[in-house]
């Protein structure tokens, strides 16, 4: 196994996952939808506002409000705090740095919250201004917002390594079979495969199904020390080790492969296992080819053997590989930020054996990973977590 001199989350556990279920639209703002997490997550830990001395917040429509407004809106005093606009990456990254923040006793309680609204208008406000890039680079010709380009990379991806739609129908089809468990999904009928392959393209080979629904929401968790958590009497996983990267691979000509790959020794080298060890994993999967992309970055198969893991393995809770148990984003919704936090929500559940109908028989050791921030040719931001339950 790889060694890895990077300094371990010794003490550090993450407690109270928290979900504000889903709704197509909704007339609120992000900040309410933030609120009633805040709200949640206090409740569920049975503390008070006050205690929360730390605070990291993801969102894109907050519009010019930051964390730091937040404080005053909910009634905060924090000696910790920070913004995170790296989108799908975003959960991954303030995890990293509020374990940080705790483990240096900067702070005792940080919670880590992303919420977003969902007018009839608001995804097109959030795409126009995504950033500076595609407004000069992008969007004067022609391509628009994520879609087409995620098009490019899935075209590109499934060419070199021989992928079908199939292939990657069967993430989406497994992850819908996930979803009619979980009460909060907003997709609620079951998906087949005829069904998938038949879907309205988008943006070709993008169909229908291969596509997340954006919706308002709102996901979070506590992350402390484990003495703090003991003296809570809170159930909590223990961090055993993340990764973060930014702008992996920049020759490549078009993204085939993800910042994970470049970290992949250091993840379970720090945390002690083996891609095999694993009970549940969650990745983030804003489009299914982008899961088949991880599926050989996060070290299942080796890379161009996505499609081959696919066929061999189950991927729906009561399979040989548990994967996206919520449903994932492609059937539960895309909550804005939220959705780089819906699968670490769902591993945080499911170690802490507190995940109800999606419950993956006794899963103590979960992956979650982060995806975000593309700009034409790739995403720019990833990240992955490797957390332990109580009973590991």
């Not at 309410?32 to 569920?44: D, F, K, P, Y």
């Not at 103590?364 to 921030?373: D, H, K, R, T, V």
Request: charged share 20%; net charge negative.
């Amino acid at each position: 196994m790889t060694k890895t001199l990077r300094t371990p989350y010794d003490g550090v556990v993450i407690a109270a996952p928290v979900t504000i279920p889903y709704v197509r639209y909704s007339i609120e703002s992000a900040q309410w939808w933030i609120g009633r997490a805040l709200s949640a997550l206090v409740a569920q830990a049975g503390i008070k506002a006050s205690d929360i001395d730390g605070l990291c917040v993801s969102s894109f429509t907050m519009g010019t409000d930051s964390g730091v407004g937040l404080t005053q809106h909910f009634g905060l005093c924090v000696r910790w705090l920070d913004t995170i606009p790296l989108g799908g990456a975003s959960a991954i990254a303030g995890l990293r740095k509020a374990a940080r923040a705790v483990q240096a006793h900067d702070a005792d309680i940080v919670a880590c919250v992303a919420g977003d609204t969902n007018h009839v208008d608001s995804f097109r406000l959030t795409l126009e201004n995504f950033s500076r890039f595609n407004q000069d680079a992008v969007y004067p010709y022609g391509a628009g917002g994520a879609n087409a380009s995620f098009a490019l990379i899935a075209r590109n991806y499934m060419r070199t390594f021989g992928v079908t739609r199939e292939d990657v129908g069967r993430i989406a089809v497994a992850q819908r079979t996930n979803a009619l468990r979980n009460p909060h999904a907003l997709m609620k009928a079951p998906l087949t495969m005829e069904q998938y392959l038949a879907a309205r393209p988008i943006s070709d080979p993008i169909h229908l199904f291969d596509c997340v629904m954006p919706c308002a929401g709102a996901e979070a968790f506590l992350v402390m020390r484990e003495e703090t958590a003991a003296s809570l009497d809170l159930p909590a996983a223990r961090l055993l080790s993340t990764i973060e990267r930014h702008n992996a691979f920049a020759d490549d000509p078009m993204q085939v492969r993800g910042g994970w790959a470049m970290d992949i020794g250091d993840l379970y080298a720090m945390a002690g296992v083996k891609p095999d060890d694993l009970d549940v994993v969650q990745t983030y999967d804003d489009y299914p080819v982008i899961t088949m992309m991880q599926f050989e970055d996060l070290g299942f198969c080796k890379k161009g053997e996505g499609a081959e893991f696919v066929r061999q393995h189950d991927l729906t809770i009561d399979g040989d590989f548990p994967h996206n148990t919520s449903g994932g984003q492609l059937s539960v919704g895309q909550a804005g930020a939220a959705g780089a936090y819906l699968g670490l929500v769902e591993g945080l559940r499911q170690v802490l054996g507190t995940a109800g109908p999606t419950q993956v028989r006794n899963a103590s050791l979960a992956l979650a990973s982060g995806f975000g921030m593309i700009n034409y040719d790739r995403g720019l931001a990833s990240g992955a977590a490797i957390l332990a339950g109580p009973s590991r």
